[in-house]
């Protein structure tokens, strides 16, 4: 348990640091995506509901632009869902690995991983 809660901490203190560079990304998908919702004729809740979907790349197919520049936007409104996802992973990653330097327990893992792998 004291893992997980240095682990939290860490990566909301990252969170917190790399806020500007997320809501930045964040303001980019809705904003494109509002102009999507322009294009197509389409009341802002069901662009905010697209950007939503496009951006996290599961693309239901329920909506989809007709457009060309609509389209253009939809692949950068994707690209940008990546590179959220992208930075959101590397920081829990990086928090992962700092909170297990933290704890103590790295030299624990890697005497279990040696002896694992000494048994093979």
């Known amino acids: 348990m004291e893992l997980t809660i240095t682990f939290l901490k860490i990566f909301w203190v990252i969170i917190y640091y790399i806020c500007p560079l997320v809501i930045f990304n964040v303001m980019l998908m809705v904003v494109a995506g509002q102009v999507v919702g ?25 909506i989809s632009p007709l457009k060309g520049w609509s389209r253009f936007l939809a692949v950068f409104i994707a690209f940008c869902g990546l590179l959220l ?26 005497q279990n991983i040696k002896t694992i792998l000494d048994k093979e």
Request: charged content about 20%; proline content about 2%.
């Open 38 to 62: 322009r294009l197509e004729g389409w009341p802002w809740t069901r662009s905010l509901y697209y950007t939503f979907i496009t951006g996290t790349t599961v693309g239901y197919g329920d």
């Open 85 to 110: 996802t992208g930075i959101i992973v590397s920081v829990a990653i990086s928090s992962m690995e700092l909170s297990i330097k933290e704890s103590g327990i790295a030299e624990e893992l890697g």
